[in-house]
């Protein structure tokens, strides 16, 4: 298939029509909460667009946020958008290897300087250069050269968002993730562990399609998808409210569906699109299968406590403190009172001898 | 570290430490320190009264029903309504259980809600009330108002935290328990230690005027 081939000429060529091109572009308008009128705009853009090249980088990483990709289950429209990307640079995905490989991606950052998509996934170890190397390349360096060039970041997963497991206390390697090791950059964060497919393709659908950057919010996470809180789009929530919950993963009311809090769900403090988009195709999402969430889209979330701790409860787990600190006040109390009881003794005698004398 | 991070970890774990260290000073102090014996014969069953008073200053004393009844049934009302929200939300079960192991049954957030609704009103009230009535006017104090300040933060935030208004839910979270860590801090060191002395407290006066053969 020619690299001059135009998104519109692809499409037709599979045999989809503009009209579904417009239907598709609608749905992701709505789900991306864009005015109407943007439709017509998007699809055209969409339509006349010729494969952008992107350059994936991974390195501290378990892959998953490319497996979440890929495992689409049917062949859809996005993932002909993304057959238009040109994916000059991927691991996992490209057929190349070794110099060749890395000659491939050379040749994509000289050929598109300036207009190339940089998606990273993986945190950046900064404890030691060598704790991760690409073709003797540690991980900073070559993050720092392919992004000079990049018209746009994308840090796909929470390892490369927000540091992820790598970064999880004590942080071995000294990860970071990808907007502390760029600082001076905006980058754009599509965070999960993995993230949704159909959000990672959303976000660069909307790059290609519009040509900007998505509104973020604080975390530098697009809102059409992050925006939303998942215990207020759960579907257990009513459950929540009647104070009715499964207190543990085969009772009565883990059969009977109902609220996973006290099974530590951190749906009340977590944004992602999970309980709207759901997974596979809009099958089923986490809770749904019956296990809560473990809020990983947000940052440090391995840190937050045990994934079974319901986020009510406190943090510490060693209570020996509390022990210490209720003893040491009875000793002090005790203390106390033995001085005054003496000192009220000294003055007992004192005005008896008064009396006396 | 988040707010929430902290909110739940350093801080309401300092907040106990301080609570549990004050709380017991105090209590052990008032509890051992030494009292003279009194003189005359027991003229009545002095512990009996101490257990009886401690029920039976749930409610005022006959004689004074006309003039304070209907404060004292707010009061009751409030710190009913207050105890039952602590104890019966079930968030708030799952925090006790983490603490101390022991969990029981909750109720509704539709029951909840309107409770703590109206306690916060009744709060409200009793807040009005100080600052109007000229005699409560001149018996109060600034540490009478910040306690009446730390005790309703809790309620307030609770409200919004569960209501998912104002702020995003894990920021209000993160208030309301900062303001519980606040409310422990504060307990030791001002009049919300009747929280932790009010039984003592009122046995000791019932023994005391039971031994005499009053009745409290
Ligand atoms: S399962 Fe989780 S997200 Fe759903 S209502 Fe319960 S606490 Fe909220």
Redesign the pocket.
């Known amino acids: 298939m020619s690299d001059r081939m135009s998104l519109g000429e692809r499409l037709k060529l599979h045999g989809i029509s503009r009209r579904a091109l417009l239907k598709y572009c609608a749905c992701t308008a709505s789900m991306m909460a864009m005015p109407p009128g943007m439709v017509s705009a998007a699809a055209a853009n969409l339509e006349k667009l010729k494969r952008p090249s992107v350059i994936w980088l991974s390195f501290q990483e378990c892959t998953g946020c490319t497996e979440s990709l890929t495992r689409s289950a049917s062949p859809s429209i996005e993932s002909l958008i993304f057959d238009t990307v040109s994916l000059d640079y991927h691991h996992t995905l490209q057929a190349a290897s070794g110099t060749a490989a890395e000659a491939a991606r050379e040749a994509a950052m000289e050929e598109s300087y300036g207009e190339y998509i940089l998606i990273v996934d993986g945190s950046i170890p900064t404890g030691n250069p060598g704790y991760s190397t690409i073709a003797g390349i540690d991980n900073l360096s070559m993050l720092k050269d392919v992004a000079r060039g990049a018209a746009a970041i994308i840090s796909v997963g929470t390892c490369a968002a927000f540091g992820g497991l790598p970064m999880a206390d004590p942080n071995p390697t000294g990860a970071v993730s990808v907007a502390d090791a760029l600082p001076d950059r905006s980058i754009i964060n599509v965070p999960g562990c993995p993230p949704i497919g159909d959000v990672i393709t959303g976000v660069l659908v909307q790059i290609l399609a519009f040509g900007d950057i998505p509104e973020l919010d604080h975390l530098g996470r697009p809102m059409a998808f992050y925006g939303q809180n998942?215990?207020d789009r759960?579907y257990?929530?009513p459950?929540?409210e009647r104070g009715l919950f499964a207190e543990s993963f085969d009772d009565e009311g883990a059969r009977k569906g109902w609220?996973?809090?006290k099974l530590g769900?951190k749906?009340?403090v977590t944004y992602n699109a999970c309980?709207v988009t759901k997974w596979n195709g809009g099958v089923s999402f986490p809770?749904q299968a019956g296990h809560?969430?473990i809020g990983c889209s947000e940052p440090r979330f391995w840190d937050k406590g045990g994934f079974y701790q319901p986020i009510s409860q406190t943090t510490f787990t060693d209570r020996t403190q509390l022990g210490i600190a209720a003893a040491a006040g009875v000793a002090a109390g005790v203390g106390a009172t033995l001085m005054a009881r003496s000192k009220q003794k000294k003055i007992r005698a004192r005005l008896a001898e008064e009396e006396s004398s | 570290m988040t707010l929430l991070d902290f909110a739940r970890g350093p801080a309401m774990q300092w907040a106990l430490i301080i609570f549990l260290a004050g709380a017991t000073f105090r209590l052990t102090g008032i509890l051992l320190f030494g009292r003279k014996k009194p003189l005359s014969p027991a003229r009545g069953n002095a512990r009996l009264e101490g257990y009886k008073t401690i029920v039976s200053r749930f409610m005022p004393n006959a004689v004074f029903h006309r003039r304070i009844g209907t404060v004292h049934i707010m009061s009751l009302a409030w710190h009913m309504g207050f105890i039952f929200v602590v104890l019966f939300f079930q968030p708030h079960i799952v925090f006790f259980e983490g603490l101390l192991g022991l969990s029981w049954p909750g109720v509704a957030n539709s029951i909840v809600m309107p409770v703590a609704g109206i306690t916060l009103v009744l709060l409200a009230l009793a807040f009005l009330r100080r600052i109007n009535h000229p005699v409560l006017k001149l018996l109060s104090g600034a540490g009478d108002f910040a306690t009446i300040i730390v005790t309703a933060l809790p309620l307030v935030t609770g409200m919004l935290a569960s209501a998912h208004l104002v702020l995003k839910y894990e920021t209000m979270l993160a208030l309301h328990l900062l303001s519980i860590s606040l409310f422990l801090v504060w307990v030791p060191f001002s009049k919300l230690m009747h929280v932790v002395l009010f039984l003592p407290s009122r046995k000791r006066l019932g023994e005391k005027l039971g031994y005499k053969g009053v009745k409290a």
């Open positions: 998942i215990h759960c257990r929530r459950f929540y609220c996973l809090y769900c749906g009340p309980a809770i809560g969430c």
